[in-house]
């Protein structure tokens, strides 16, 4: 049965393929590990499967070969209100169908703890409330989820996966629909989550957020070639070449110390 | 939290039920005089000494199970929708709309030409509901379309298609006691209603109620859709499943007794979110007792406000579709 080999806190991918249904393998033999404190940002070009990634992480799918290890376990033996505790995903829309409160939303991230007769009761909300204090948006507990704007439905999300109490948090796209204020509010949420214990892997289109996140970066070039190494390490002009099919340039500004990604004059 | 608006609000509901209950156990054809039921009540609890043996049976063999069963059918009706429209994670949905009351229709018609017992009625009533509620649900998926209007029409072609059925059934059905049986079923009446229709719904009602009862607050989450209730670690299959049986098995239930009564298990749903919120574990309950309540004043009207008895569907159209245009103007997103 479930043999742990390790206690570390880490997602380790090893091998990883996977195929919808027998169709063009989308994922080929990945490996990387995420460990606990970590970002990971993972880039790519649309379609290239940057959220099948993300899904095989959390046991949404699973990989046609290969093996996904959680602290040591293979996550295909552990059932999912075990994952749940541990790895927390964050998708990239979220489509509400009826109004729920802001708080009953995040309430249920607690789910998985939760007994399947259970329902949440004082000390429940009282955690959801927490989550939502550490993000700075319990003024809007009460609102409707779904008349709240894109910025504050991306922090919901992520409050609810706070009170999901997990180690590991997959964002898909986070800042995606994001203003640019609301873009950098999220990207210092998801450091300070970093610098709590929270091992991070978002996707992003944006190559500087990689930059400005200073963490590990996954990168697919358009060939599905896998990349994987500290971003100093790996993100140069020609990979993101690689990936874009268009020029970037990686380069230090003075004015806000530190390097940054940006594109070239248009002429 | 708004608990105590929902304690309120559950309170009031209830002692409007009781209220209801008594004024509908009043009034009818042979005696409108609530004195006469207190009186009859009494002597059959042993407070009081001589009682009327006519109305003694009118009250406890004619009106009491009659507004029973109403009640039951209401709160079933009421309480499937409100759960169809939570699992599909789409408001606009009801039992009629999914085709389970068709299907439903068609079981039930099909035991009551083969001459079965009520039970076994309620039992190819479920079958047929479950079958239909299973062809909605799965032909968005063949389109690979999730979009709210899909399942709408994919309802709609199911219904259709059941409702095409118990018409070929009611064609060559003989017509002097099969068919009239059928029909008389179908328009949705209570007037035949005895003490063994109470037993045989009520183990259902309570057994599934308990059920989704338990289960309210899964329902919020898997209106999240698939992927986020996944990541919640919740077993969707298992707990969809439970839910979509126990829904129909309600649904199933009420029409193998009334036959299809439209508009409720649309209407109470919206009516309940409106008093209380989109909380399902308080939806649930007040649902419940709404549609009970709603279905209570709908056949004390059918049996009292004409000499005819005015078939059900009749009265919860009237009713029930200028109110649902009403509940749509107030909550414009859902059609957005």
Wanted: proline share 3%.
């Amino acid at each position: 049965m479930l043999r742990k080999t390790q206690t570390s806190l880490q997602l380790k991918i090893e091998q990883v393929s996977f195929s919808y249904n027998g169709s063009e393998e989308i994922l080929k033999s990945i490996s990387f590990t995420v460990n606990s404190g970590q970002i990971i940002c993972i880039l790519g070009p649309n379609g290239i499967g940057k959220t099948t990634l993300l899904t095989c992480l959390a046991k949404l799918n699973s990989p046609t070969s290969g093996k996904i290890l959680l602290n040591g376990e293979d996550m295909s033996l552990i059932e999912h209100r075990t994952i749940a505790r541990n790895v927390g995903y964050v998708p990239q829309t979220i489509a509400p169908s009826f109004d729920y409160s802001v708080l009953e939303y995040v309430v249920t991230g607690l789910a998985p703890w939760l007994g399947i007769f259970e329902k949440p009761k004082e000390e429940h909300y009282q955690q959801a409330l927490q989550a939502l204090q550490k993000i700075g948006i319990e003024h809007i507990k009460d609102k409707p989820y779904t008349r709240i704007s894109a910025g504050e439905l991306q922090m919901v999300s992520i409050a609810r996966v706070l009170a999901q109490k997990v180690q590991f948090v997959l964002m898909d796209e986070p800042t995606s629909h994001l203003d640019f204020g609301n873009q950098l509010k999220v990207l210092n949420i998801i450091k300070e989550m970093a610098k709590e214990g929270y091992g991070i892997v978002l996707t992003t289109h944006n190559p500087d957020q990689v930059l400005l996140l200073e963490g590990k970066v996954a990168v697919f070039d358009r060939e599905r070639q896998f990349h994987f190494g500290n971003w100093s390490d790996i993100l140069n002009d020609k990979l993101l070449k690689s990936i874009y099919g268009v020029t970037l340039k990686i380069c230090e500004v003075e004015q806000v110390s530190r390097k940054v990604c940006i594109a070239p004059r248009i002429e | 939290m708004d608990n105590t608006k929902f304690r309120r609000l559950f309170t009031i509901l209830i002692v409007l039920l009781i209220i209801t209950f008594f004024i509908s156990l009043s009034i009818g054809r042979y005696s409108n005089d609530p004195l006469d039921v207190l009186n009859t009540l009494f002597s059959r609890a042993g407070w009081k000494e001589g009682s009327n043996p006519i109305m003694d049976n009118i009250v406890f063999y004619v009106r009491m199970p009659r507004i029973i069963v109403s009640m039951l059918v209401g709160a079933m009706l009421s309480l499937s929708g409100a759960v169809y429209q939570g699992v599909f994670k789409n408001p606009l949905i009801s039992p009629d709309l999914l085709g389970v009351s068709s299907g439903a229709s068609v079981g039930a018609a099909l035991a009551i030409m083969l001459g079965a017992s009520l039970a076994q009625r309620q039992i190819t009533a479920f079958l047929g509901g479950l079958l239909a509620v299973s062809i909605t649900a799965f032909i968005p998926k063949l389109f690979k379309n999730r979009n709210n209007m899909m399942l709408v029409l994919s309802g709609i072609i199911v219904s259709g298609f059941f409702c095409s059925l118990l018409s070929i059934m009611k064609f060559v059905a003989e017509e002097q006691t099969e068919l009239a049986s059928i029909v008389f079923w179908q328009m949705g009446s209570m007037a035949k209603v005895l003490g063994k229709e109470i037993v045989a719904i009520t183990p259902v009602f309570i057994i599934c109620t308990t059920v989704l009862l338990l289960l309210s607050w899964r329902i919020n989450i898997l209106s999240f859709g698939d992927l986020e209730a996944k990541s919640l670690g919740m077993n969707i299959t298992q707990i969809r499943g439970i839910i979509i049986v126990c829904a129909s098995l309600l649904t199933a239930s009420s029409v193998s007794i009334s036959g299809t009564i439209g508009w409720i298990g649309l209407v109470i749903p919206h009516l309940g979110r409106l008093a209380i919120g989109t909380d399902n574990t308080k939806v649930v309950p007040i649902t419940v007792v709404m549609g009970a309540l709603f279905m209570l004043v709908i056949d004390t009207l059918a049996r009292t406000v004409s000499t005819a008895e005015i078939p059900l569907s009749i009265l919860t159209g009237f009713v029930g579709a200028p109110l649902f245009a009403y509940l749509l103007y107030k909550q414009k997103t859902l059609v957005e």
